[in-house]
C-alpha cells in the first residue's frame, strides 16, 4: 500500500505560478513512476505529467508543455508539479498517482491522493 497527500494548490491569478507537492508513505517511493493528473469542472480526469523512478524520464500533456515541470526527489518521498504561466483553463482538481511501471498517459495507475484544487481566475 502506498499512501499519496498533495498540497499547494490554491487561488491564483493568470499568469502567476504554484507548486504543487505530493508526499508518499508505505512502500519505498522509489519503485514508483509518479504522474499527477487533473479533472476540471464537469470534465474527465486527464493525464498532466508523469516521471520515473529516479527522474530519468519525463512525459507531459501538450496542454502544459513549456509551463509545468514534474521532479522528485526520492530521499523525501515527494513528488512535485511547478506550474508556471497559469491559465483559467489549468483550473481543476490536482491528483498526483503511483504506478509501479513505465509512465502511463492513462489514469492505468496504482494509487491515487485524494486531490488539490487549483483554481487561476482571469
Known amino acids: 500500500q502506498v499512501q499519496l497527500v498533495e498540497s499547494g494548490g490554491g487561488l491564483v491569478q493568470a499568469g502567476g505560478s504554484l507548486r504543487l507537492s505530493c508526499v508518499a508513505s508505505?512502500?519505498?517511493?522509489?519503485?514508483?513512476?509518479m504522474g499527477w493528473f487533473r479533472q476540471p469542472p464537469g470534465k474527465e480526469r486527464e493525464f498532466v505529467a508523469a516521471?520515473?523512478?529516479?527522474?530519468?524520464?519525463?512525459n507531459y500533456a501538450d496542454s502544459v508543455k513549456g509551463r509545468f515541470t514534474i521532479s522528485r526527489d526520492n530521499a523525501k518521498s515527494t513528488v512535485y508539479l511547478q506550474m508556471n504561466s497559469l491559465k483559467p483553463e489549468d483550473t481543476a482538481v490536482y491528483y498526483c498517482?503511483?504506478?509501479?511501471?513505465?509512465?502511463?498517459?492513462?489514469?492505468?495507475?496504482?494509487?491515487w491522493g485524494q486531490g488539490t484544487q487549483v483554481t487561476v481566475s482571469s
Open positions: 516521471i520515473t523512478r529516479f527522474g530519468g524520464t519525463t
Open positions: 498517482a503511483a504506478r509501479a511501471g513505465t509512465i502511463a498517459t492513462t489514469p492505468k495507475y496504482d494509487y
Open positions: 508505505g512502500r519505498a517511493f522509489s519503485g514508483y513512476t
